[in-house]
């Protein structure tokens, strides 16, 4: 199908603007918006996705919503806005309710349990007093991770080794949130020791998973290797957690991008979006995208047609970005394997002309979040891929952008290691 005569309007939060950008010249127009409206807005915000070839930086969403076809929802969050637009009869590509699997972790935990699904050691704490006390009376060799549900911005998770060793983030936390750290609700994990991680990356549509997809693994935050695979023959353990959750995707009127993430047999975390690393890699790679995407936003599964077996990605950082709007030099030739966050194109009428930058205040405190971004590369062989992505991130250049190229190493010895377990 032919799609230059149809648009498409991507409705993010700033982390996927790639998306969009890889969108240009298959629909006839292409639109993103990302929240921009605060008690007192400034320009940051409203220049992610401005100035981009192709894209139209859409300012008031309820004003041109209804000026495109297909509406795309890469993020988490937005669940209510995807069942809306749907009960108005639009064709929208989202998670629905489906988001709460992500977002709502104890609720998850209690329906994997009810489904069968093997969990870790998991308990449920509410506010910061609670939890010193829960760390100062279950010491354990292996220490705890903790967690949060569904606030994001209060931080990442964290590895609670004991109490002595917690103590002065759980002092800082408590600092800076006053009044709420006494109403977060934390959830503590056992950790999943001595196991490779590894993962689904694909899609779901009304509970169907596609024949084929992507699976692979993720060096943290730091490098992505995924290969492409039948979905019979993607790893039990991987397929179990799939399979398990169909029943519970198709009751959601789930529609959207899908990863996990697995230790041995327990699903860590569920992602109920476009994934970041891995994700950039899949809508790279999958050749009918805009057609997915159409045909899954009413409900339609169309099989993917993958261009290459194997993905690389290197994520790229600067401590500068954490602040400060970053400028990033990119070749013309790796520009269509560069993926940025906040990514804006700006001319500052003379002085430097035309620059990408990344904008860095689409990342709320406590994250101070260096990630800008990353490099992939596809090919039909692991180490082709690996070498291809390690050159263009080299050539991607910033005040301290940097990369760990030794990770993709690290990732394909783990892709060994699996097939040489399940030879």
């Known amino acids: 199908m032919n799609f230059k005569d149809k648009s498409v309007l991507v409705i993010d939060r700033g982390l996927f603007v790639s998306l ?34 192709g894209i139209i930086r859409v300012k008031y969403l309820e004003r041109d919503y209804l000026d495109y076809d297909l509406i795309v929802f890469p993020y988490v969050y937005d669940g209510w806005m995807v069942e809306d637009y749907r009960r108005r009869g639009l064709r929208v590509w989202g998670s ?11 609720k998850t935990i209690e329906r994997f349990k009810e489904l069968g699904l093997p969990t870790q050691q998991s308990f449920k ?21 903790v967690k949060f549900s569904q606030l994001r911005g209060l931080g990442e998770t964290w590895h609670a080794q004991n109490y002595a060793q917690s103590v002065s983030y759980l002092d800082a936390f408590q600092a800076k949130n006053g009044p709420i750290a006494y109403t977060v609700t ?48 993607l790893p039990e353990n991987v397929r179990r957690v799939n399979d398990g959750l169909s029943p519970v995707l198709k009751q959601f009127q789930y529609r959207n991008f899908f990863s996990t993430e697995l230790r041995d047999d327990i699903c860590i975390d569920r992602t109920c ?6 994700g950039e890699v899949l809508s790279a790679n999958i050749e009918n995208l805009p057609e997915i995407l159409w045909f899954g936003g009413e409900g339609k599964l169309i099989q993917p047609r993958f261009k290459h077996k194997y993905g690389a990605q290197l994520m790229l950082r600067s401590e ?19 993926a940025l966050y906040g990514h804006c194109r700006i ?28 490099v992939i590369a596809l090919a039909d062989d692991p180490q082709e891929a690996i070498n291809t992505c390690k050159e263009r991130a080299e ?22 290691s699996a097939r040489t377990q399940s030879a």
């Open 20 to 53: 969009a950008e890889r969108l240009v010249g298959e629909f006839g127009k292409v639109g993103y918006y990302t929240p921009w409206e605060t008690l007192f807005p400034d320009a940051s915000a409203l220049a992610v996705g401005d100035g981009l070839p």
């Open 96 to 106: 629905g309710p489906g988001n709460e699997l992500e977002l709502l972790r104890w």
């Open 125 to 145: 704490v509410r506010g910061i007093n609670a939890l010193r006390k829960f760390l100062q009376e279950n010491e354990t060799e292996n220490g705890w991770y």
């Open 186 to 233: 934390f959830i503590i994990e056992t950790p999943v020791e001595d196991a490779d991680e590894i993962g689904y990356d694909g899609f779901n549509i009304d509970g169907q998973f596609p024949s084929s997809s992507m699976y692979g693994w993720e060096v943290k935050d730091k490098a992505y290797l995924g290969e492409v695979s039948s979905y019979d023959s």
């Open 273 to 278: 979006r476009h994934a970041t690393p891995g």
């Open 320 to 338: 500068w970005a954490e602040d400060h709007a970053l400028l990033v030099e990119i070749p013309d030739g790796v520009r269509p394997f560069t």
């Open 347 to 374: 001319d500052d009428d003379g002085s430097i002309g035309i620059a990408d930058y990344v904008i860095p205040q689409i990342i709320p405190e406590p994250w101070k979040m260096d990630t800008i971004g990353s």
């Open 395 to 416: 050539m991607v250049k910033g005040f301290k952008v940097e990369c760990d190229a030794d990770a993709l190493d690290k990732a394909l010895e783990e892709l060994n």
